[in-house]
């Protein structure tokens, strides 16, 4: 049987590279049907067929509603948020027809038996990871897994200098700071290298911020000296701000390598032509550039480490071609960029390498090597803050932590006679659980009538290596428990993959893609839900105007394929996952641990992963536990906010009679002859 190649994929937002392992054990690259390493991240969807690359990216200027670009910062929401012809596609989708393309691409180069790796930005939440690998399989890909960019790069790096093996000639150990910026992410990594071993020590990113928003400032620049010297706005026309783009890409590129460069432009009969220089474009963008600054130190202090025990500074992603981003790093870190490894093909390199690794696992052999990653995103449950009242995110594997991880918590029963538990887990960094993307939920029925207030219940988080999370609940002394493993398991149901999947592995035209809008996004009821239901993304402060029109629907709930095991006849419930909001760079951490809990009644023995126990063992008070709310007080949460609402309004309505009242008896007691009070 011929053994499988292994293949790793950089799945762009700008450009997508793949790469193999070679012959001889190294990694190579893969050229595309066009003779080229990089193949565009952009799709044209004609009537005829589904176009992806150079010539996709060619039809933006004269077909810019049928192109789909800049996919990636979409995924993990519903819908692209870029109408294509007046539909809206999943963009799990219009990555899956990017995928196609680089397997087409491979297959004719390596032929049809590779497994692949897809790597993802380090701060990408379960629902863009989840979507991703979607991707992949509607591509027929065989997706063993997908990698932090960050990992993959510092995998290509620990090629060539021969970490990945005990005896690669490596000796010393080294710390490397991996700053990724892409075309539409962010990430900035802390890996430690020793021969044989690549540990990730803390992630942090933005994903929200990339190279697009660089061009997207310099763009409305441009487009404000024109309108000023010619009273037009190229931004009220979509072609010429397609064409007023490719000057702005031009441009930023020549500033890469130049202090001036020209644009021309045609609008309108105007033939016009401007400088721009280095120091405008650095000026314009300084706070972009911060905002990276930020989020790199904020990750050095996260590891506890200083720039003193930083080793090497690897710069990844085309947008670290910009003189502004060495210039900054070599005055932060005191240390030059390391070109050890190419910018474009790290990414796509160590995805391969990676692949390789998870092979020899699955075929019970050595890789040689070992990979040690962290959760970028802290796992949690709902409780209910007893002293409040209110919900909040109790986190029980806080982010940076090094994987596979185990934790134990106790929570208590929110009243006397409670009969059930919800346990809904959660991913993010806020206290408040509406602002974190709810990625499983399961719920413990049937609980022994008579338990008092404060019971408590043990919930236990194992995550695992491969993205699997397992959920554990317990009721002590009763034989009610419940277990859950969420398994990626939000956005697309295996229908809907299913079903995406042919028009995707066809290439078909426009058709078939509009006609599964109407059986799986809703019909012809989805534009009115986004005029109406649906709520509007606010448009970056660097996008161009059209953006503002933009409809982002809200999340929309997927199918649950959660996989429940109950002891008792507690039933398991389906899960919903929100769309993530994009993380800004002040982004506080949680403070989960001055949240004030409602200490425990008496219980069963504590194990040995108990804090609460550990805490009494060495003599500290014991912090209050969160409190679970029953199955009953759920259906009453809406019924109670609007409640709310109203008594909130009926509040300010008397106030206001009460204060416009008194006032007008002020004014007349005080003003007895003014004309002011008369009517």
């Not at 030059?336 to 696992?361: I, K, M, N, S, W």
């Not at 059930?420 to 399961?442: K, N």
Request: net charge negative; with cysteine; hydrophobic share 40%.
């Amino acid at each position: 049987m011929r053994q499988r190649q292994a293949v790793g994929i950089d799945l762009g937002t700008t450009f997508s590279a793949v790469a193999w392992i070679d012959p001889s054990g190294h990694t190579a690259m893969v050229t595309n049907a066009e003779g080229e390493l990089l193949t565009p991240s952009v799709v044209l969807f004609s009537d005829a067929e589904v176009v992806v690359g150079k010539d996709a990216r060619s039809a933006t200027t004269v077909h810019p509603d049928q192109v789909a670009e800049w996919v990636k910062r979409d995924m993990g929401a519903p819908v692209y948020s870029h109408p294509i012809r007046g539909e809206y596609l999943p963009p799990e989708v219009i990555q899956g027809c990017i995928l196609r393309k680089l397997r087409a691409d491979l297959v004719e180069t390596l032929g049809p038996d590779v497994a692949v790796v897809i790597t993802v930005p380090a701060y990408f939440d379960e629902p863009r990871r989840k979507a991703t690998a979607d991707a992949g399989e509607m591509a027929g890909l065989d997706v063993l897994d997908v990698v932090n960019e960050p990992t993959a790069a510092a995998l290509a790096f620990g090629e060539v200098h021969g970490y990945l093996a005990p005896s690669g000639g490596a000796n010393d150990e080294m710390t490397v700071l991996v700053y990724d910026l892409g075309g539409g992410t962010f990430d900035a990594t802390l890996l430690r290298l020793r021969p044989g071993e690549i540990r990730t020590l803390a992630t942090d990113g933005d994903v929200q911020l990339g190279g697009h928003d660089w061009d997207m400032r310099l763009l409305n620049h441009l487009a404000d000296r024109f309108l000023h010297e010619h009273g037009l706005d190229p931004r009220d026309d979509a072609h010429a701000l397609k064409r007023l783009y490719n000057e702005t890409l031009d441009a930023k590129h020549a500033l890469s390598a130049r202090r001036r460069a020209a644009v021309r432009f045609n609008h309108a009969g105007h033939a016009w032509q401007t400088q721009i220089t280095r120091d405008e474009f650095e000026d314009l963008t300084a706070d972009l550039l911060e905002r990276t600054a930020y989020t790199t130190r904020q990750l050095v202090a996260a590891a506890k480490l200083d720039w003193s025990r930083v080793s090497r500074v690897l710069l990844v992603g085309g947008s670290t071609r910009m003189p502004m981003v060495a210039r900054m790093l070599r005055e932060m870190t005191g240390l030059g960029p390391d070109h050890t490894v190419h910018p474009d093909e790290a990414v796509a390199r160590g995805a391969a390498l990676y692949a390789r690794f998870l092979l020899a696992e699955r075929e019970g052999a050595g890789a040689g090597f070992e990979v040690v990653n962290v959760n970028s995103h802290s796992l949690g449950v709902e409780g209910i803050d007893t002293s409040t009242g209110r919900k909040i995110n109790a986190v029980l594997i806080p982010r940076n932590t090094p994987l596979p991880a185990r934790c134990t918590e106790k929570f208590v029963t929110k009243r006397a006679g409670q009969t059930s538990i919800v346990v809904q887990v959660l991913e993010g960094e806020s206290t408040l659980p509406g602002e974190c993307t709810a990625i499983g939920r399961t719920a413990i029925a049937g609980l022994p009538d008579g338990l008092p207030q404060g019971w408590p219940i043990e919930v236990t988080f194992e995550y695992g290596t491969n993205g699997r999370l397992n959920v554990h609940a317990l009721v002590p002394g009763t034989d009610r428990e419940v277990a859950l493993e969420i398994q990626r398991d939000v956005g697309l149901s295996e229908e809907g993959i299913s079903r995406w999947s042919q028009p995707v592995a066809d290439a078909a035209g426009f058709d078939a893609f509009e006609e599964l809008v109407a059986d799986v996004l809703g019909g012809p009821d989805l534009a009115g839900d986004l005029e109406g239901d649906l709520a509007r993304r606010e448009p970056p402060r660097d996008a161009p105007p059209d953006s503002a029109a933009r409809p982002v629907p809200r999340p929309i709930a997927a199918p649950s394929r959660l996989s429940s095991r109950h002891s008792g006849s507690g039933p398991a419930l389906s899960s919903s996952a929100p769309t993530p909001a994009g993380r800004g760079p002040t982004e506080s951490p949680p403070a989960i641990a001055s949240a004030q809990r409602a200490p425990a009644p008496p219980s069963p023995q504590a194990g040995p992963h108990d804090r609460a126990g550990q805490a009494q063992a060495t003599g500290a008070a014991p912090s209050p536990k969160p409190a679970f709310q029953p199955l009953d007080e759920e259906d009453e949460t809406d019924e109670r906010a609007l409640a709310r609402w109203l008594i909130n309004l009926i509040g300010f309505v008397v106030s206001a009679i009460v204060g416009l009242t008194v006032g007008y008896f002020l004014v007349k007691w005080f003003l007895p002859g003014s004309g002011i009070v008369n009517f």
